[in-house]
């Protein structure tokens, strides 16, 4: 099929996208920055750039396409998210029939619409009638958590489990949500391409039991080995709730704020009608969390989190940005060169060329490494210009090289946890070329926790320092 992706940007999108493409099927995905997301995509993939609230960019996305993915929706958002999703949804259903689409699939929220439910859940629920009117058929797939490395409720609920032993928790921890594991819901999204011809229809989705998030936690911990003690309180508001989620789990405020409106509210399967027309039965919570874990280093690498700051302004700076049990440090500058001249510095770093900025500083931390039974620097590299997976820099191995775009370094030195550090190389087309610093820590207990907050300090300046140079010998080459 000749497929359009929305969200492809986005956790569930960023799944779909290689499931569909390994199924066979052409697939156009729509995004604002197509040159942001080509580095980290199938080539056979086709990027086109648009925004569901601008309807040219959606006309021209809309030719030639036989089903279209409606994944986006507008919970970042300053303004306005159900004003946003309003217009993007009459939008994206105006021009989809304008453009002979024959399906629309849509991923929404489940809730009693029967009941009151949060804005969030009504806006989801409302972009899905939008669609329908559009006179286009519309499979609309109702779900709650889903639960996968990367996923918002998931990172939530690992982040606090992982962090506090004792945990102070509202009340809508005990609300009962149908959480469905990530490869079900993916397996939901594709099958309906299979399915014939005919009426739009709502599918409501989840897993095999309806769980609270106290009961999730509880779930989390029993596979992780964890002993934890939960504490209901009455007090906590959805504004008390969301600064407190912020300062242990990866969500800003203003994300956990409307998020945990909708906890409030029971999102459980009604309908099960999608067991009988998919013809599957859905892994269960404790399967799912194993899956999730098992594959999280592996998803890490997918998701590439250092795309998530495209708003960086929204997350708090101080200690870097949280996502699950990891802490992450990135930064980004845009030089007016191309990409290899951008790529040259970040290939000869380390060993007798240095780390760009403060060496004795790296030298002091090699050296304290050596004292507790590290390798310090003392190792170099092999070459000073060329690099291959499995290369030695100092305390770093290459974990991935890809020229003139991505160097991924994982940490060999002694720590409480895991580090790499890692750039990538973006082409901006006539604009030059974006360089992309990430430091990432995935800290065991504690102990991990002080050690990244302790030099966090120190890492700012020396990672802000380090990038500032690198660009500086990109741009003396140029010239």
């Known amino acids: 099929m000749n497929i359009l992706l929305t969200g492809a940007s986005g956790y569930i999108g960023g799944r779909l996208l290689p499931v569909l493409l390994r199924a066979g099927h052409t697939v156009r995905c729509l995004v604002r920055q197509p040159e942001a997301l080509r580095a980290r995509v199938d080539a056979r993939a086709e990027l086109v750039a648009g925004d569901v609230l601008d309807p040219d960019s959606l006309t021209r996305a809309m030719q030639g396409v036989n089903t279209a993915y409606y994944l986006v929706h507008s919970m970042g958002s300053q303004g306005s998210f159900e004003e946003a999703d309003r217009q993007g949804a009459e939008n994206f259903g105006r ?40 006179g286009v058929e519309v499979l609309e797939f109702r779900a709650s958590i889903v639960i996968g490395s990367g996923s918002m409720s998931f990172e939530m609920i690992r982040a606090l489990c992982q962090r506090l032993p004792i945990m102070t928790t509202p009340k809508w921890v005990q609300v009962k949500a149908q959480p ?39 779930v989390y911990c029993r596979v ?20 407190w989620l912020g300062l242990v789990t990866p969500l800003y405020a203003r994300v956990g704020r409307k998020l945990i409106d909708s906890l409030r509210f029971p999102t459980v399967v009604r309908d099960r009608s999608a067991l009988e027309v998919f013809g599957f039965t859905p892994m269960d919570v404790e399967t799912a969390i194993r899956d999730a874990l098992r594959n999280e ?29 990891r802490l992450v440090d990135s930064r980004s500058v845009d030089l007016p060169v191309t990409v290899a001249q951008a790529f040259a510095p970040i290939r000869r770093i380390g060993g007798a060329n240095g ?40 305390w770093w191995r290459v974990e991935e090289y890809v020229e003139n775009s991505r160097l991924k370094l994982h940490a060999e030195m002694r720590l409480p946890g895991r580090a790499w550090l890692e750039f990538e190389v973006t082409d901006l087309g006539t604009s030059g070329a974006r360089i992309r610093q ?17 030099v966090y300090p120190l890492h700012a300046v020396v990672f802000r320092g380090m990038l500032r140079n690198i660009a500086r010998a990109a741009v003396r080459a140029e010239r």
């Open 180 to 218: 469905i594991g990530i490869a079900d819901l993916l397996r939901y999204l594709t099958g309906a391409l299979d399915l014939p011809a005919g009426e739009s229809r709502v599918f409501e989705i989840g897993g095999t039991e309806a769980l609270s998030y106290a009961d999730l936690m509880q």
């Open 438 to 454: 990430t430091a990432i820590f995935d800290p065991v207990g504690w102990g991990g926790l002080l050690y990244w907050y302790g």
């Open 95 to 134: 021009a989809a029939r304008a453009g002979g689409v024959r399906r629309i699939i849509y991923l929404g929220g489940l809730g009693d619409d029967r009941e009151r439910l949060s804005a969030h859940l009504r806006s989801r629920h409302e972009t899905g009638m939008i669609l329908r009117e559009s």
């Open 355 to 394: 780390w760009y900025f403060a060496n004795s500083l790296w030298h002091l931390r090699g050296f304290l490494d050596q004292l507790v039974g590290g390798i310090g620097l003392r190792r170099g590299r092999k070459h000073p210009e060329r690099l291959a997976v499995g290369d030695v820099i100092d």
């Open 224 to 243: 992780r080995g964890l002993r934890r003690l939960i504490i209901s309180v009455p007090v906590l508001s959805p504004r008390l709730s969301s600064w």
């Open 297 to 325: 280093d592996r998803e890490l690498a997918e998701t590439r989190w250092s795309d998530s700051f495209s708003a960086g302004n929204t997350y708090r700076r101080w200690g870097g940005v949280r996502f699950g049990n």
